[in-house]
């Protein structure tokens, strides 16, 4: 067990290390804030040669408002961690122990062989943390479709809301295991995370389209309003890793810049993505829309107006224009609602050869709070996503002027739309008017997330969203 220095100084202390910290990480959701934060949990892996501190902090960033709950594992070592010079959160002075380099765990293989270990063996984090307050286990859920130790390890670098690390494998015997890849939630919320469920059920009912779930960490912290019940939920989910495939997003983007044709694959996509929501429908079910449903969802899409506009004043002057579309969603017929991906764009999906389309990443929108992201929802929202995301890619090719000569990324996008939306309903069958206008009133709500999600994290990707609003009001029919 972990030797805990209760009593000991620390200075600075690691409160005061993250608040410099963390408006630095891409996950950080305040951005332009300085944190206020609280701890409201944490627990600990005990490193099996009883050098290295692994420590897990549930802390509350009080400046946001409602406030948000960041999981960040640190580790704690006596000297520096070669080549991990770049994930230093920085030092401090221990009473007893001396001079603590400290450091984002993910990039250190002590937390990572710690947290695979207690998922793949259904195992506990370290107990002595118990004594430390409450709230400090973490529990281990392995789907038994995996096994043995971490051997290497590796963060994967991009635009991730979350933190993944690769990791190869050794048998529990000797010789190479199936590889992994681990999902370290940053932002943790009361309930189930729907990576976590959607995923699992999808690979319990044995289909291919998603990377098999291996398992899952989750843990319990403090209500960070300090009124109610302990909060508990996911932390962080074990998947098979499948090596060597870029995601379709940098894959269109070379073929959006080259003119070159995209629409076999797209059109596959449609097809896999109806195969994708026809398996979800039968292992999570249906149920028909209530009227109260409905007004949910206009009343959620009239506050993402209101924050698009917040974020880019210019969208106010399409007031009316924006609520009468959106309001087309209470007189059109809806469809049963189920469970869907929630935030699917290009940046999700996998081609992989032999194997065809794998989808990734059913965590939902991460602006989203977790009551909407697990309700059963539209097929359309996923569509309408995937739609989106092949007129991002002609954008962005736009913005940084990759076209080749000769090369029209919006007829290249036109025609992607086109074979994704002709593979789905070759699947699903044909969607009718009502379906349709579903489709573009959901294609302007995912605009208008897309303009406060570029305005916090790219401001200028602001274009992109910002002309297709435009373009969504000024179109006459439905979609496609
Ligand atoms: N199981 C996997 N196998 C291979 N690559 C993966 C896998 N899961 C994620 N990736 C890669 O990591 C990227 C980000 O993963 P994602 O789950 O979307 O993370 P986030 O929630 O942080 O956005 C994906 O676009 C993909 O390139
Ligand atoms: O981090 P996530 O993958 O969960 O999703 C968030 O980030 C995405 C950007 O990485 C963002 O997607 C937007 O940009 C994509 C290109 O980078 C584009 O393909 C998508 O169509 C566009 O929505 C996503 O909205 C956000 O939730």
Known sequence: MAIIHKGASIVPSKLELLTRWMPQQRWYAGKGQVPRLERVGGFRFEDPEGEVGVEI?????????????????????????????????????HSVLGPRWVYDGPHDPVYVAGLVDTILTGSRSDVAQASAGSNAVAVGAPTGLAAGTVSSSKVLTGEQSNTSVIC?????????????????????Q??????VVVQSALTRSGSTRVPAAFGHLSGAWDDPSGTGPEQRGHLAFAQEFIPGVEDAWR????????????????????????EVHRALAETLGREEPTADAREALLTSMQERYAAAV??????????????????????????????????????????????????????????????????????QRDIAGMLRSFDYAAGSVRLTAAATAGASPDAWAADCRQAFLAGYEGVAG?????????????????????????ARNRPSWLPIPVDAVDRILSEKGPAG
């Open 310 to 379: 917040a974020s880019v004043p210019q969208l106010g002057t399409r007031s009316s224009d924006v609520h009468d579309l959106l309001g087309r969603v209470r007189s059109v017929a809806w469809p049963k609602l189920q469970r869907i991906h929630g935030d699917y764009h290009l940046g999700q999906v996998l081609d992989v050869p032999e194997r065809g389309w794998v989808a990734l990443d059913f965590e939902g929108e991460p602006l989203r709070p977790l009551a909407e992201r697990v309700r059963p929802d539209l097929v």
């Open 190 to 195: 009361d309930g189930d995370n729907p990576d």
């Open 430 to 454: 044909e969607f009718d008017e009502s379906g349709r206008t579903l489709i573009r009133v959901l294609e302007l709500d995912k605009a208008l997330y897309e303009v406060v999600y570029e």
């Open 57 to 93: 902090l549930l802390v509350a960033d009080r400046s946001a408002a409602p406030v948000v709950v960041y999981q960040v594992p640190l580790t704690y070592r006596g000297a520096p961690l070669e080549g991990a010079e770049h994930a230093l959160v920085g030092t401090m002075e």
């Open 251 to 274: 894959v269109a983007l070379v073929a959006a810049a080259a003119g070159a044709d995209f629409t076999a694959r797209a059109r596959d996509l449609g097809a896999v993505t109806a």
């Open 168 to 188: 190869r494998m050794t048998a529990d015997g000797g010789g190479p295991a199936e590889p992994l890849i681990v999902k370290v939630f940053r932002i943790v």
